[in-house]
């Protein structure tokens, strides 16, 4: 005698259920790419729709905004990330992430693994 119940496309009393459809392409996800402090590296993804996404690897830059002008500053560590502070442990820069350049600290403002830039606000230092 088989075996039906918990068995995965059956019913308790052994009928089979037809699922109504399987996993498509579209619904796939992609790994993350966290972004390190380094030489500028970019990757470029194609995504749905023929289109192209910037990712950035490893940036050495970041366009700071300070009093209506915008700079364009070395980073030279990353000090904390509110969200989790074992990213800035490892030297991952992601939004939020408050970042040591030469101007002062930054806090950034854009998703650099998803724009594939960082662009960043002067923290006022109290």
């Not at 075996?3 to 579209?26: A, D, P, Q, S, V």
């Not at 980073?75 to 820069?93: C, E, F, K, Q, S």
């Not at 030469?102 to 950034?108: A, F, N, P």
């Amino acid at each position: 005698m088989a075996r039906w119940h918990g068995e995965k496309g059956r019913k308790l009393t052994g009928g089979k259920i037809n699922l109504g459809k399987g996993k498509r392409k579209y619904e796939m996800g992609s790994l993350p790419l966290h972004t390190k402090l380094g030489k500028t590296e970019i990757k470029i993804v194609k995504v749905k729709g023929g289109n192209k996404k910037v990712k950035a690897a490893s940036v050495e830059f970041a366009n700071v905004i300070s009093d209506k002008e915008t700079k364009k500053v070395k980073i030279l560590d990353i000090t904390g990330n509110p969200a989790d502070p074992h990213l800035a442990r490892r030297g991952i820069i992601t939004k939020g992430s408050i970042l040591k350049t030469e101007l002062g600290l930054v806090k950034v403002t854009s998703r650099p693994s998803q724009h594939g830039i960082v662009n960043a606000i002067l923290v006022k230092e109290k």
